[in-house]
Nanobody
Framework: QVQLVESGGGLVQPGGSLTLSCAAFGFSISSADMAWYRQTPGKERDLVALSGAGGLTDYVDSVKGRFTVSRDNAKNTMYLQMNSLEFEDTAVYYC???????WGQGTQVTVSS
């Protein structure tokens, strides 16, 4: 059974950092394309970062240079390192197995002073 579990969200001041984790169960991320999305109330879920099984990554322009997606295949876990956080980064962050219906439950990130 495929399951994705996010963790690492929290409250952080502007300019601060957080690292989100996405632990995968029921499949191996080493052979899967993965993605991070985020969603704010009343808005659609937006793509933040892609992590290809072959190592390629891509980011939405608003987070380029600040966010880094990585994975530890031994731990079957994907990460999202978020630096220089801004108020606009406040959202629920979700990981998903790319191009499938499998999503995690989300983790809240709040950037506030």
């Amino acid at each position: 059974q495929v399951q994705l579990v996010e963790s690492g969200g929290g409250l952080v001041q502007p300019g601060g950092s957080l690292t989100l984790s996405c632990a995968a169960f029921g499949f191996s991320i080493s052979s899967a394309d993965m993605a991070w999305y985020r969603q704010t109330p009343g808005k659609e879920r937006d793509l933040v970062a892609l992590s290809g099984a072959g190592g390629l990554t891509d980011y939405v322009d608003s987070v380029k240079g600040r966010f880094t997606v990585s994975r530890d295949n031994a731990k079957n876990t994907m990460y999202l390192q978020m630096n220089s956080l801004e108020f606009e980064d406040t959202a629920v962050y979700y990981c998903m197995k790319w191009n499938t219906r499998y999503w995690g439950q989300g983790t809240q990130v709040t950037v506030s002073s």
